[in-house]
């Protein structure tokens, strides 16, 4: 297995696709670690792989930077922290602009600062990868803030793939995945949001995961995004 002892960090892993990851690369001998600002939710999930849990908030840089400085040594890192409360939805001439601004603080300057403190420490060969959404691709009425921060998240990626080679960087671009984010959408609306898709179906948070361990595992992939949400990218 290529991620036999290997470390693999997985920054925002307590739930949903995060711990999927975690879980994955656990099951093929990683030496796992999750991240998260939720030191209770993550202690568990840790134990429950074998892995090691560790308190990170990433809205702060000093917070990330004093992060690295206790954990080293790390092969491969996944980046999947976001926060879903500052969504930024509604009609642009009512949009609260410090609250758009808010959503870029993880999803994207948090990636910035995992990148500058973490990622520049990987070995050649290993890798970093961030998550975007398919919002980027197919926006939504109502929802401009959102893809543009996924999209902006996906730009880092790319651009990074080339500041940081031998360094590998990509992206995952998840679609509708049933995370606790679905939980409350109810079955009718999954229904229909399922229904643009070619495959009619929620995605789940391993069929997502497979991805960023693709990522890890391929030596020969970097500055890519994987696309893992059920054709609708192509669907009428």
Not at 12 to 17: D, H, K, R, T
Not at 110 to 137: D, Y
Not at 147 to 157: D, F, P, R
Not at 184 to 199: A, F, H, N, P, V
Request: glycine residues 12%; proline residues 3%.
């Amino acid at each position: 297995m290529k991620l036999k002892d290997k470390k693999v960090l997985v920054i925002g892993g307590g739930s949903g696709i995060g711990f999927g990851i975690a879980k994955g690369a656990a099951e093929e001998g990683a030496k796992v670690t999750i991240a998260s600002r939720n030191a209770d939710k993550i202690a568990q999930k840790a134990k429950s792989i074998g892995g090691t849990a560790a308190v990170l908030d990433v809205s702060a840089e000093a917070n990330v930077e004093n992060f690295f400085k206790e954990h080293s040594g790390f092969d491969h890192i996944a980046f999947t922290a976001g926060d879903m409360s500052s969504l930024a939805r509604g009609v642009l001439g009512d949009l609260d602009l410090k609250l758009a601004a808010s959503r870029f603080n993880t999803r994207f300057w948090g990636a910035v600062a995992v990148a500058k403190h973490g990622a520049t420490r990987l070995p050649p060969g290993g890798s970093f990868t961030f998550t975007n959404g398919m919002l980027a691709h197919r926006p939504v009425k109502g929802m401009p803030i959102v893809s543009a921060s996924a999209m902006a998240a996906e730009g880092l990626a790319l651009g990074l793939a080339v500041d940081l080679a031998p360094v590998r960087v990509n992206c995952v671009c998840p679609g509708l995945i049933e995370t606790e984010l679905l939980a409350g959408y109810g079955d009718e609306m999954l229904k229909t949001m399922s229904q643009r898709q070619l495959i009619q179906r929620p995605g789940t948070p391993e069929e997502a995961a497979e991805a960023y361990l693709t990522c890890m595992r391929n030596t020969f992939m970097t500055g890519q995004v994987l696309r893992i949400e059920g054709g609708i990218a192509i669907a009428n």
